[in-house]
C-alpha cells in the first residue's frame, strides 16, 4: 500500500477520531473535516459508559470483548500522552430493576467472571433492589478522552478542517474518503430510508450533595461522574419526535428523574445544573455499528447508537485495516448489513 495516499474524514466525533489515529499510525495522510469542534455532536453527550451488558435485559453484546479491549487500549495509549485522567476510578454498579434482571444477573454470575452479586448494602440504591458488581465496566471522561485522543492525533499528523461536507464528492482530490458523521449521516445518504432510525438523547448533568463518591449505576438509566468532582450525568431519554428541536429541560427533567426513581433512593440529594442532547443513529434491525464500503473510495461508519464507546475503537480499527488492504472482506458481516 502506497502511504503517501490521502484520506479525508468527515465528522470529528469517537468514530471519526478513532479512524484519524488507527489510520495515522498505519502511515497515511489524514485530514478531518466537521462543521463544528471535535465531539460537538452526539459525542457531546456521551456519558462515558462502557459495558458488555446494555439493554433491558441484559443480553452481551456481539464483539463485547473486541470492543472492550479496544477501548482500554486505546485509551490507555492516549492516557500516555494526556496529564488528565481519563478513565474514573470509581467501580460499576448494576442494579435489577424488576424479578426477571435478578435472574438474568443471577445467572450471568455464574457463567461470566465479570459479573458478581454486590452483597454490600447500598443508602443510595432503592431498598429491596439487588445489585450486582460489572468489573469489567469503566467509565471514560468523554470530554478529557476526546480532546486527548484529538491532541494525539495532531501529534501524529493529523489536518483538521472546521469545513462542513455535503457530500463526498466535495472531496475528490482524496484518495479515500470516510463517513463518520453519525446522525449527520442521513443528510448525506437519507439512511432512515435505508432501514436506519434516528432518536434524540437527552441528559442531565447533576451535583451531588453527599460528600460519598458514587460509583457508576445502572439501572432504568445511569447515573455516571464526570470529571467534574461532585457532578455527574443522569440519564438518559430516547425520543422519536421533535428531533430538531432544541434540548426539552421539562421533559428531559422529568422522564429522567421518573426513570432514576425506579432504581435510585437519593434523586432528591441531585441539584439539575445542565441540560444536554445529541441525536443517535441506530440500524433498526441491530444494535450492532454500520461499516461499509460504498464505492472503489467511499467508506462509511456510522449508526454507533447508544453504545459508541464501546464499539469505537473496535470498529475505527477494522475500518483502517480495511483500508490499508482494500478488503472489505475483513468486516464482519453483521456490521455490513444494513
Excluded at 442531565?204 to 445502572?218: A, N, T
Excluded at 425520543?239 to 421518573?258: G, S
Excluded at 439539575?272 to 434491525?285: E, H, P, Q
Aim: charged share 25%; glycine share 8%; aromatic share 10%.
Amino acid at each position: 500500500m502506497n502511504r503517501s495516499k490521502h484520506v479525508a474524514v468527515i465528522g470529528a466525533g469517537f468514530a471519526g477520531l478513532g479512524t484519524c489515529y488507527y489510520l495515522l499510525r498505519l502511515g497515511y495522510r489524514v485530514t478531518l473535516f466537521d462543521q463544528n469542534e471535535i465531539g460537538n455532536n452526539t459525542s457531546s453527550v456521551a456519558s462515558g459508559l462502557v459495558h458488555p451488558f446494555p439493554g433491558q435485559m441484559a443480553r452481551i453484546s456481539l464483539f463485547e470483548k473486541e470492543g472492550v479491549s479496544a477501548t482500554r487500549q486505546l485509551i490507555e495509549e492516549v492516557q500516555k500522552h494526556s496529564m488528565e485522567r481519563l478513565i474514573a476510578p470509581v467501580k460499576m454498579l448494576r442494579v435489577a430493576v424488576n424479578e426477571k434482571q435478578e435472574e438474568r444477573f443471577d445467572h450471568l454470575c455464574k457463567i461470566r467472571d465479570d459479573v458478581s452479586d454486590a452483597k454490600e448494602c447500598f443508602s443510595f440504591i432503592k431498598e429491596g433492589k439487588r445489585s450486582f458488581w460489572i468489573h469489567s465496566g469503566m467509565t471514560i471522561f468523554s470530554e478529557h478522552y476526546i480532546k486527548a485522543l484529538f491532541d494525539l492525533c495532531i501529534q501524529l499528523g493529523l489536518d483538521f478542517k472546521k469545513v462542513a461536507i455535503e457530500s463526498p464528492n466535495e472531496c475528490a482530490d482524496f484518495d479515500t474518503v470516510v463517513l463518520t458523521l453519525g446522525a449527520g449521516s442521513d443528510r448525506l445518504l437519507n439512511l432512515k430510508e435505508r432501514g436506519f432510525k434516528i432518536n434524540r438523547g437527552q441528559i442531565l448533568q447533576v451535583k451531588w450533595s453527599g460528600k460519598r463518591e458514587l460509583p457508576s449505576i445502572l439501572g432504568k438509566g445511569y447515573l455516571a461522574p464526570s470529571q467534574k468532582p461532585g457532578i455527574y450525568h443522569l440519564g438518559s431519554t430516547y425520543e422519536y419526535d421533535h428531533l430538531d428541536e432544541p434540548p426539552d429541560n421539562n421533559r428531559a427533567i422529568c422522564d429522567i428523574f421518573r426513570q432514576a426513581g425506579e432504581y435510585l433512593s437519593i434523586q432528591d440529594a441531585f441539584e439539575v445544573i445542565d441540560v444536554k442532547a445529541g441525536m443517535r443513529l441506530a440500524k433498526k434491525s441491530s444494535y450492532l455499528p454500520y461499516l461499509n464500503r460504498l464505492s472503489n473510495r467511499v467508506w462509511i461508519l456510522t449508526a454507533m447508537g447508544s453504545r459508541g464507546l464501546l464499539y469505537h475503537a473496535y470498529c475505527s480499527q477494522l475500518l483502517a485495516s480495511a483500508i490499508d488492504r482494500n478488503h472489505v472482506e475483513m468486516i464482519p458481516n453483521e456490521m455490513l448489513l444494513e
